[in-house]
Nanobody, 118 residues
Framework: QVQLVESGGGLVQAGGSVRLSCAASGSIFSINAMGWYRQAPGKQRELVATIAAGGKPNYADSVKGRFTISRDNAKNTMYLQMNSLNPEDTAVYYC????????????WGQGTQVTVSS
């Protein structure tokens, strides 16, 4: 089973930037779509961005134009570049493998906390 480890979160001021990483074990990384999710306090987990195995990205409207998802299949790693952050982006960010329905299909990792101060 693929294990996913998120990293790169931290405390950042509004307007700032953060780059998250998702390191995956296992050779299936390169053939799967992947996604970044986030969960803010008291809210349900939501899908932020996805990237197909071939690299085509999709974004939630709330982050479109500010976040960029990318992947390096050779390193089994996915990234989320987050720019122009605002306090509403404060959440624990998770990554996961997506199945053919576009839904998370792997085990959830610990996530990485991103806190945006105003």
């Amino acid at each position: 089973q693929v294990q996913l480890v998120e990293s790169g979160g931290g405390l950042v001021q509004a307007g700032g930037s953060v780059r998250l990483s998702c390191a995956a074990s296992g050779s299936i990384f390169s053939i799967n779509a992947m996604g970044w999710y986030r969960q803010a306090p008291g809210k349900q987990r939501e899908l932020v961005a996805t990237i197909a195995a071939g690299g085509k990205p999709n974004y939630a409207d709330s982050v479109k134009g500010r976040f960029t998802i990318s992947r390096d299949n050779a390193k089994n790693t996915m990234y989320l570049q987050m720019n122009s952050l605002n306090p509403e982006d404060t959440a624990v960010y998770y990554c996961n493998i997506l199945n053919y329905l576009g839904r998370a299909s792997g085990s959830w990792g610990q996530g990485t906390q991103v806190t945006v101060s105003s």
